[in-house]
């Protein structure tokens, strides 16, 4: 069964940093590209960021670019999304999900999410 699990939320002041991870299985990173996308309480879904193996492709969302750092790691199949100088508005669950190639725009599945907290 091909599925998606995250980990590596929290709560941390604004300004630290948290790194989530995507784990895969029953795939591997050369059949679908990777996407995150947040969801906060009372606000639109966003597409966070994405990575195409494939073709090393990688997009941001802009209010995230330089600041956030996404990676593919073969070794144990697992995507990572390194966050850095969070921000209140980086808060919401955050899930990965496999998309058909390329780009992130057609999802076929994603996992449960993990929470990210922000304090100022």
């Known amino acids: 069964e091909e599925q998606v699990a995250e980990s590596g939320g929290g709560l941390v002041q604004a300004g630290g940093s948290l790194r989530l991870s995507c784990a895969a299985s029953?795939?591997?990173?050369?059949?679908?590209?990777i996407g995150w996308f947040r969801q906060a309480p009372g606000k639109e879904r966003e597409g966070v960021s994405c990575?195409?193996?494939?073709?090393?492709?990688?997009f941001y969302l802009d209010s995230v670019k330089g600041r956030f750092t996404v990676s593919v790691d073969d070794a144990t199949n697992t995507v990572h999304l390194q966050m850095n100088n969070l921000k209140p508005e980086d808060a919401g669950v955050y899930h990965c999900?496999?998309?058909?190639?390329?780009?992130?725009?057609?999802?076929?599945?994603w996992g449960q999410g993990t929470q990210v907290t922000v304090s100022s």
């Open positions: 999900g496999a998309y058909k190639r390329p780009g992130c725009l057609i999802a076929y599945f």
């Open positions: 990575i195409s193996k494939s073709d090393g492709n990688t």
């Open positions: 029953g795939f591997t990173f050369d059949d679908y590209a």
